[in-house]
């Protein structure tokens, strides 16, 4: 392939098969072997090497594959078919298509569903202590079900980062994604995620891959201004609004400059 795409692993009968899509329609790559959006195959014996089996039958091309032990389906999510961006569904909205098959190496595949009417690249779910969580780009939903009702998180954007992907390790819950202040597909950042009783989440940094730090530097304000940051350090500010402010920015490395620094 010529350009790939989000997509999941998923091990089913002793091999790993990964899921991603192709994008060399969008690139118009002449040598490309497919002439639209499409979502491919590889197989795998030990989750490292894998060997390209090509394009499956569902339409799409950002997916995520998953298992429902309720009912022993396998679930493939993409956003719609794959020919136009954003794609319209038959009743004239976005949304998240749903393929389901119990073989999902050699299908057949249903006929896809609703599964969520909002519109999103890089879908991913993920159940930790019993809820469940779908993520499209930068916004995520929370549901007591696989299968929803699908509730908006709020805040809708937790984490300042692109196209997170999650995991689940002994308790625990850990997010990566990319920051995009050099373009597409930039600096990779991980967070760990924090539960509250509701289900709704909250993140912080992995004290694991937290750097050594020397002692603590205190740093007067003048104004809204603080200078003589350290170049290399970890910033704790704590903003406390006034009661009739309701948007508010904070921005780090800045000039005089407009639009100067990151924010």
């Not at 007067?220 to 350090?233: I, S």
Request: hydrophobic share 35%; glycine share 12%; net charge negative.
């Amino acid at each position: 392939e010529c350009a790939a795409g989000t997509g999941s692993l998923i091990e089913y009968q002793g091999k790993v098969y990964a899921y991603y899509a192709e994008f060399s329609a969008w690139g118009n790559y002449k040598d490309s072997p497919y002439k639209e959006l499409s979502i491919c195959m590889a197989e795998s014996d030990d989750g490292i090497h894998f060997t390209k089996t090509g394009k499956i039958s569902p339409r799409g091309f950002d997916s995520h594959t998953m298992y429902d032990r309720a009912t022993g389906l396998y679930h493939l999510l993409t956003p719609g078919s794959g020919q136009q961006w954003p794609t319209n569904w038959p009743d004239g909205k976005n949304g998240l298509l749903d393929y389901t098959a119990t073989d999902p190496v050699r299908g057949p595949w249903t006929q896809p569903k609703h599964f969520h009417e909002a519109f999103g690249c890089c879908p991913h779910v993920f159940e930790w202590n019993g809820w469940h969580y779908l993520w499209m780009e930068n916004r995520f939903w929370i549901s007591s079900n696989l299968m929803g009702p699908w509730k908006e998180h709020t805040p809708a954007r937790l984490i300042p980062m692109q196209v997170p992907k999650s995991a689940v390790f002994g308790g625990r819950a850990f997010v990566a994604g990319w920051l995009g202040e050099d373009g597409w597909g930039g600096e990779i950042v991980f967070h760990e995620l924090v539960q509250n009783a509701d289900g709704t989440l909250g993140d912080k940094f992995v004290p694991e891959m937290m750097p050594p730090c020397g002692d603590p530097v205190v740093l007067a304000a003048d104004g809204a201004e603080v200078a003589g940051v350290p170049r290399d350090a970890r910033v704790k500010i704590e903003l406390q609004p006034r009661s009739a402010t309701t948007p508010f920015s904070l921005r780090l490395r800045s000039t005089d400059a407009a639009g100067s620094g990151f924010g």
